[in-house]
């Protein structure tokens, strides 16, 4: 298995979603390290979980990580981070998704350059949690700054996974089925209020839970304070299946 990190690019307004994600990172990974990257004008207000690092930028996040100069800031950071740990990947992860294993993250920097996990008939790695090696990231750099033509605010994670299948081997990126075709394994879902009903489904997902959307957002005036119920349910039920 290759060394790896975690970055996350998140923002005050999710501040309370930080501890618990970094939780369930630490329980799923054994500790590998994790970085929260923050803008320059919220950093300084900033705080995250003891043993996680806090970073700063300055490149344009046009609010939901869009547009060209946003991507270009990303990846430099990623490849800058992961040079700090020698031939480590980078992994990109969302402040609202609680990671339950990584193993889908094997054959990153072995047998593929990028690995992530897409819903059926996506094309590209959702941005909720993908991992790139150094050298497709910066591959990927060179293609965005020196042959892109689409200058649209396009996300994040189509525009880099488009580009990274276009500068690597189509075999070196590996995009994930949400469900696994092979034994029906949950690679990843997004947290709703089906969960609450029948919490033994958590258990079935082997990779990461999105708590991004729960069905129950609208019974909050806050977001984010639906998200962190959603992603302490979740820790609480995998703590209570590992005791038991």
């Known amino acids: 298995m290759a060394p790896r990190i975690y970055i996350c690019f998140t923002c005050l307004r999710d501040r309370a979603l930080l501890p618990p994600h970094y939780e369930a990172l630490q329980r799923a990974t054994g500790g590998v390290p994790v970085y929260y990257v923050f803008d320059k004008a919220e950093a300084l207000l900033a705080n995250v979980p003891a043993g996680a690092h806090k970073i700063t930028s300055d490149f344009p996040r046009k609010g939901n990580l869009l547009g060209l100069a946003c991507h270009l800031g990303m990846l430099q950071t990623m490849r800058q981070l992961a040079q700090r740990h020698g031939e480590a990947c980078a992994v990109k992860i969302d402040s609202d998704v609680a990671v339950l294993s990584d ?13 992530g996990v897409a819903p059926a008939r996506e094309y590209y790695c959702k941005g909720t949690c993908y991992g790139m090696t150094q050298e497709l990231i910066g591959k990927v750099i060179h293609y965005l700054t020196h042959g892109y033509q689409d200058r649209s605010d396009r996300l994040e994670d189509s525009t880099i996974s488009m580009v990274a299948a276009i500068v690597s081997d189509a075999h070196k990126v590996c995009i994930h089925n949400a469900i696994a075709p092979d034994n029906q394994t949950a690679l990843y879902s997004a947290f709703h209020s089906l969960f609450r009903q029948e919490p033994a489904l958590i258990h ?23 998200k962190a119920e959603a992603m302490q349910f979740v820790l609480q039920q995998t703590m209570s299946k590992a005791q038991s």
């Open 103 to 115: 193993s889908f993250l094997d054959t990153l920097g072995l047998e593929h350059d990028m690995v």
């Open 204 to 226: 079935r997902v082997s990779g990461f839970i999105d708590c991004g959307d729960p069905v129950y957002t609208s019974a909050y005036p806050d977001a984010t304070a639906a």
